[in-house]
């Protein structure tokens, strides 16, 4: 069995950071991209970005210039680095990971999400 479980949310006021956390634990032979995601009320879910194993990065253009994304391969973790903050930022992120499970196969997963509310 694989878990992702994320940290580091919260509230912060216009113009702040946060910095989230994920970490997959498991039977884990490979992990592939790594990515988080977002869903503020009565919308969609959306891609805010992704990480390949290689380092190589995508970023919504709503957080462009403003967001990173890194990870550590060894501890099998992935970070969001989120600066300058802006109320339409909130929103529930969760993790997601496209994960070689040892003696299973490749799937998807996703954390359980964590709130960011951005907020004077």
């Known amino acids: 069995q694989v878990q992702l479980v994320e940290s580091g949310g919260g509230l912060v006021q216009p113009g702040g950071s946060l910095r989230l956390s994920c970490a997959a634990s498991?039977?884990?032979?490979?992990?592939?991209?790594m990515g988080w995601f977002r869903q503020a009320p009565g919308k969609q879910r959306e891609l805010v970005a992704t990480?390949?194993?290689?380092?190589?990065?995508n970023f919504a253009d709503s957080v462009k210039g403003r967001f990173t994304i890194s990870r550590n391969n060894a501890k099998n973790t992935v970070y969001l680095q989120m600066s300058s903050l802006k109320p339409e930022d909130t929103a529930v992120y969760y993790c997601?990971?496209?994960?070689?499970?040892?003696?299973?196969?490749?799937?998807?997963?996703w954390g359980q999400g964590t709130q960011v509310t951005v907020s004077s």
């Open positions: 997601n990971a496209d994960i070689w499970v040892a003696g299973r196969g490749r799937y998807d997963y």
């Open positions: 498991g039977s884990i032979f490979s992990i592939y991209a």
């Open positions: 990480i390949t194993s290689g380092g190589s990065t």
